[in-house]
Nanobody
Framework: QVRLVESGGGLVQTGGSLRLSCAAS???????MGWFRQVPGKEREFVAH????????YYADFVKGRFTISRDNAKNTMSLQMNSLKPEDTAVYYC???????????????????????WGQGTQVTVSS
């Protein structure tokens, strides 16, 4: 059983930055990983995906140019650098790991929750206006 633990969330003003981290209890080096977020009362939505070798990065349109996903396989960690934060970025952010894909093909759907097998407990990000 893989355990994923997010950290780095918090309260930040509009235009500020945060860096989220996801630490895995096991090896992540051969697996695709991603970030999702959820606002109470709404469905969880895709934020970003990264392939096993740090290639194949995909972003939701609403974070392109502002967020950067990265990973360090040697440390079994993944990060999400979030810049130019907006109040609408307020959400609980989750990291996720797929054990079926090293890279989720864009045509398959990197934003499909069902393709990710393990999830963290989430970290709250609040952006004040």
């Amino acid at each position: 059983q893989v355990r994923l633990v997010e950290s780095g969330g918090g309260l930040v003003q509009t235009g500020g930055s945060l860096r989220l981290s996801c630490a895995a209890s096991g090896r992540i080096s051969t697996y695709a990983m991603g970030w999702f977020r959820q606002v109470p009362g709404k469905e969880r939505e895709f934020v970003a995906h990264i392939a096993w070798n740090s290639g194949g990065t995909y972003y939701a349109d609403f974070v392109k140019g502002r967020f950067t996903i990265s990973r360090d396989n040697a440390k079994n960690t993944m990060s999400l650098q979030m810049n130019s934060l907006k109040p609408e970025d307020t959400a609980v952010y989750y990291c996720a790991q797929s054990i079926r894909y090293s890279t989720i093909p864009a045509t398959t759907g990197v934003d499909r929750e069902g393709l990710y097998d393990y999830w963290g407990q989430g970290t709250q990000v609040t952006v004040s206006s």
